[in-house]
């Protein structure tokens, strides 16, 4: 039973257009998520976060938007850069001390 | 402040053999996951150590066993390897309690031959 779904295999955008990047959960005890960015060969790296007490949170480029009820967060990322062609995880996790759990995540390509 | 260190980067093994994966952590970091990703899938959660002590293990059998080392260094062992268990194995540091400050190695990949 997978907890955490990311749906999309892979995305291709623009340069300078918005990506959003969707993400599913069922957990209803998750109350942090997070967004790992990963290049081929290297290990994840946090890109940003938000709890379960918000709606949104921006840095940058990049905006996190949660819906509690539906379930569903998402990343959205304006402008898209080429360089932010990479795989992005979706990961959340309850407030105790248990792991994160992972997406499949998706395959982002920024076309120039 | 040093990141997260795995080695080696990659390894080649034969099906039935063992193996000792090795991660330091960072710098003021006391708690060690180690993860499996296998190819198209998400990081899957194997086992936590703390205070040298596993604290949480996923749905992986006993022959998948660690240690935690009072530097806060750990290592993950697998015995008795498996075609399945090719994969990128990927350690993360982290402090206890806190739910946003893990920090990734760039994993060892595993092949099982």
């Known amino acids: 039973d997978q907890q955490v779904k990311q749906n999309s295999p892979s995305l291709s955008v623009q340069e300078g257009r918005i990506s959003i990047l969707n993400c599913d959960y069922t957990?209803?005890?998750?109350?942090?998520f997070l967004w790992y960015k990963k290049y081929p060969a290297e290990g994840p790296t946090f890109l940003i976060s938000?709890?379960?007490?918000?709606d949104k949170n921006e840095d940058g480029r990049f905006t996190v938007f949660l819906n509690k009820s539906a379930k569903h967060l998402s990343l959205h990322i304006v402008p898209s850069q080429p360089g932010d062609s990479a795989v992005y995880f979706c990961?959340?996790?309850?407030?105790?001390?248990?792991?994160?759990?992972f997406g499949k995540g998706t395959r982002l390509s920024v076309i120039a | 402040e040093t990141g997260v260190t795995q080695s080696p980067t990659h390894l080649i093994k034969t099906r039935g053999q063992q193996v000792t994966l090795r991660c330091s952590s960072q710098?003021?970091?006391?708690?060690v996951s180690w993860y499996q990703q296998a190819l198209g899938q998400g990081p899957q959660f194997i086992f936590q150590?703390?205070?040298?002590?596993?604290?949480g293990r996923g749905n992986f059998p006993p022959r998948f066993s660690g240690l935690q080392f009072p530097n806060y260094s750990s290592e993950l062992n697998v015995n008795a390897l498996e075609l399945d268990d090719s994969a990128l194995y990927l350690c993360?540091?982290?402090?206890?309690?806190?739910?946003?400050?893990?920090?990734f190695g760039s994993g060892t990949r595993l092949t099982v031959v």
């Open positions: 957990n209803s005890m998750f109350d942090y």
């Open positions: 990961a959340a996790k309850d407030s105790g001390n248990t792991p994160l759990v």
């Open positions: 938000i709890s379960s007490i918000k």
């Open positions: 710098s003021g970091h006391n708690t």
């Open positions: 150590y703390y205070r040298e002590e596993e604290n």
């Open positions: 993360a540091s982290s402090l206890w309690h806190d739910p946003y400050g893990y920090t």
